[in-house]
């Protein structure tokens, strides 16, 4: 016997299979990449053919696309800090959310120290990694699937989980509902 999958479910499967790629952090702008000047073997000297100038082209550019604009992230949660840490165990500071009910998208954005190498978040037996966007910071964005009027203001607990190289764990429950 098979039951539907439930809208938390649903949920956690598009937050870990739709995830786009993370803003630049506070501060940061995107930096291409540029190439590398290569040195040029030894010039002979030779003259150098006058070119006819070429007409510019009078056909404009087309006007590059504005970056998505990165959600406001309204709700934070702060867990109770360990009383002591030992030197490189896992750390989560602080959990970001676009809001504490959920309805179209989630964002998610999880400070940490920098001992932590991986965040997960997972609920109702579904999981999803949250990219790693710079030491300490990791960041994700998803929409969510539609979610049937039954579960408006349907209650539940996502828990990050943070780890190190060495596999030690913290974990954080945070509670949030569906609008």
Not at 30 to 39: E, G, K, L
Request: net charge positive; charged share 15%.
């Amino acid at each position: 016997m098979s039951f539907p999958a439930s809208p938390l479910a649903l949920l956690i499967a598009a937050l870990a299979l739709t995830q786009q790629p993370a803003p630049p952090a506070p501060g940061q702008s995107p930096v291409p990449a540029s190439p590398t000047p290569v040195a040029s073997p030894a010039a002979s000297v030779s003259p150098v053919p006058t070119l006819a100038p070429t007409p510019l082209s009078t056909t404009p550019a087309p006007p590059t696309p504005a970056p998505a604009p990165t959600p406001e992230l309204k709700y934070r949660f702060v867990p109770k800090q360990p009383a002591s840490l030992a030197p490189g165990d896992p750390q989560i500071y602080a959990i970001y959310l676009n809001d504490k009910v959920l309805k179209d998208f989630i964002a998610i954005r999880v400070a940490t120290n920098e001992s932590v190498t991986k965040v997960i978040s997972r609920s109702n037996g579904q999981s999803g990694t949250v990219p790693k966007v710079g030491p300490g910071e990791f960041y994700a964005i998803s929409k969510l699937p539609p979610i049937p009027p039954i579960a408006h203001g349907f209650g539940f607990t996502i828990e990050f989980v943070a780890s190190n190289d060495a596999g030690k764990t913290e974990s954080v429950k945070v509670p949030v509902r569906l609008k």
